[in-house]
């Protein structure tokens, strides 16, 4: 006769836990994430395409550009997070405290393709920037010349945020999408971009940053 002990002990149930989800996965809503950041990054092209520029527009970047100084210079530190260097240094700090080469690897490289991405659409779009139609505007960044659409420090920002907010537990994550949302404000407040610009600048990093994530889904066992 089988003891009960014994039984029991070969009754007992395989274990039900499931195994940890990728990162594209631990975003519930990359779905419509993604619809969004396309139909942004359509919508925000046909209005940089238009001629002349939304009256709109205009009065969004004056609006916003005869604020005080002192508002553009505490939004200067933060706009820096959209510059090429912030994904390469969050990369290595994910990389080292998830111990995931392959998530480190994948946040510098996002911010990368974003930042050269942006450029050559720069080149397709051939929209100038708000000097152009503004003469006696307040340009608080450089000269304010060149191609405007989209935001490349928008889409850094923006790329850079998708990563880091998948490797932060779900109650901090608001913390990256405010900062990349500030930079592109920052990028108007200081005379170098159109809202249209900073619109597709965010919508091109999104799409950049999920597709990095898709990337480490596929290759992370």
């Known amino acids: 006769m089988i003891s009960g002990t014994a039984a029991g002990r070969g009754s007992r149930p395989r274990s039900t836990a499931r195994p940890d989800r990728g990162p594209l996965r631990q975003l519930p809503s990359a779905g419509w994430l993604a619809a969004v950041a396309a139909v942004g990054l359509a919508a925000s092209w046909v209005v940089a395409e238009r001629t002349p520029v939304p009256q709109w527009e205009l009065d969004v ?12 210079r505490a939004l200067h530190p933060v706009m820096q997070l959209g510059t090429i260097g912030v994904p390469l240094v969050a990369g290595v700090v994910i990389g080292l405290a998830r111990r995931n080469l392959v998530s480190g690897l994948a946040t510098a490289a996002v911010g990368v393709v974003a930042w050269f991405g942006a450029k050559a659409l720069k080149q397709v779009v051939d929209r100038d920037r708000p000097i152009a139609f503004l003469p006696d505007l307040v340009v608080r960044e450089d000269e304010g010349v060149g191609l405007g659409f989209p935001s490349g420090h928008s889409a850094v920002a923006a790329a850079t945020a ?7 537990p779900r109650r901090l994550r608001w913390i990256v999408v405010v900062l990349a949302a500030v930079v592109g404000v920052a990028r108007i407040v200081h005379g170098v971009h159109l809202p249209a610009d900073v619109v597709g600048g965010w919508s091109l990093g999104v799409l950049v940053g999920l597709l990095g994530l898709a990337v480490v889904d596929r290759a992370t066992p």
Not at 61 to 72: F, M
């Open 162 to 168: 998708v990563l880091v907010a998948a490797a932060l």
């Open 61 to 72: 970047v004056r609006a916003l550009t005869d604020g005080p100084d002192g508002v553009a």
